[in-house]
Every structure is written in structure tokens, then in C-alpha cells.
């Protein structure tokens, strides 16, 4: 039976700190728009910053809808499955919001995430979860799968960029600047790095 819990601590911390892989879930408002499923992982790059606020680094890639519904209406959902170990599910109902880097919290955000290197990976915006609804339930349908290591493709492939390349990477994708809906995504030119 699932349980809901009133914050993120002990047990659940614990939990979603350990997991090498979670997903994302956003979706428009529009009742035809497109709904956006995502997974994320990179250890390092996911952070409980409180009780109530979870944060994950958003690295370049083909679209941008997350951010793009993100900005719409900050609705979405974190949900971590335990892949090893006892059956678990937790799932983060919430608000969040794009931090991007020319914002002013943007650089205290990021001495979060001080296990990994964000340069090689195109880092775009820090992604703020402020937990409305917080939950667990059973996972007992979720398989084993064993944890091996993360990919290096991401950073082997994003690290021979700098500022100037990587925003005409984005420019040149179809779905960065503007959702697959048409909302706007990632506010470009992209802002110069300052980490």
C-alpha cells in the first residue's frame, strides 16, 4: 500500500540519494499537447537541497520540453524505482522551475552538485523540485537490474564544446528554443558560463 509522507528525510532521503537512475514527467496544459517522459541519471547530479526541495542539473540535449512545460505551468513529477535491494517506488508531486545560469542562484545551486562536473556535459539550467506531494509504494513488479557504471558518452560528446558552439548547437535543434508544442524552451543566445 502506498504511503505519503510530509517531507523528504531519513528513509526516503536515503533512498532517492542512492539511486543512479530517476525519471521526469511534465506535460502542457493543452489537452493535446505532448505529454514528456524522461529519464536522468549521472550520479552526482541529483540533490535533496532540504525536506521539501529536490534539484537535478539539466545537461544539453535534443529538446527542451521539460523546461519548456516547466515554464509553462511547473508542474511535475520525480519518480525513483529501487532496481536492487527492496521492492520501492517514491515519487515527488511538485513545482518546479528552470534556474538558469544568468540568474543570481544559480552558482550557490550549483555548489550542490559538487560530485560532478557539470562543463563536459553542456550544462543549460538547474531544475528546482519544491515537493508538494511526496509518496512510496510497493515496486514489487519492478525487475532487479544491476547498476554497472554511467555512460561517458554525454561528456565525451558535449566536452569539445564551449559557449559559442553549444549555443549553436541548440540554435540548430528543432525543439530547444520552442517545445514540440511550440512553447517556449530555453531562453536563448545561451548565457556564458560562469563555473
Not at 509522507?5 to 506535460?27: C, V
Not at 505532448?34 to 529536490?54: F, M, Q, W, Y
Not at 525513483?80 to 545551486?109: S, T
Request: net charge negative; with cysteine; hydrophobic share 40%.
Amino acid at each position: 500500500m502506498g504511503k505519503t509522507y510530509e517531507r523528504i528525510d531519513g528513509r526516503l532521503r536515503a533512498f532517492i540519494e542512492e539511486q543512479p537512475l530517476f525519471f521526469t514527467a511534465t506535460a502542457p496544459l493543452a489537452a493535446e499537447g505532448t505529454v514528456n517522459l524522461s529519464p536522468k541519471g549521472l550520479r552526482g547530479s541529483l540533490a535533496v537541497i532540504d525536506e521539501h526541495t529536490v534539484a537535478y542539473l539539466d545537461f544539453a540535449g535534443s529538446n527542451a520540453e521539460t523546461i519548456a512545460h516547466l515554464r509553462e505551468n511547473g508542474r511535475i513529477t520525480l519518480m525513483w524505482c529501487a532496481f536492487q535491494g527492496p521492492p520501492n517506488i517514491v515519487r515527488v508531486h511538485g513545482h518546479g522551475e528552470p534556474v538558469f545560469r544568468d540568474d543570481p542562484r544559480f552558482r550557490e545551486l550549483l555548489t550542490r552538485f559538487a560530485d560532478i562536473d557539470p562543463i563536459p556535459h553542456g550544462l543549460r539550467a538547474i531544475i528546482v523540485v519544491t515537493a508538494e506531494l511526496v509518496r512510496d509504494t510497493c515496486g514489487y513488479a519492478v525487475p532487479f537490474m544491476a547498476y554497472e557504471e554511467d555512460r561517458d558518452l554525454h561528456a565525451r560528446r558535449f566536452a569539445r564544446e564551449d559557449d559559442a558552439s553549444l549555443d549553436a548547437y541548440f540554435r540548430g535543434k528543432p525543439h530547444i528554443e520552442a517545445s514540440l508544442d511550440g512553447l517556449p524552451g530555453l531562453p536563448l543566445p545561451l548565457p556564458p558560463s560562469t563555473f
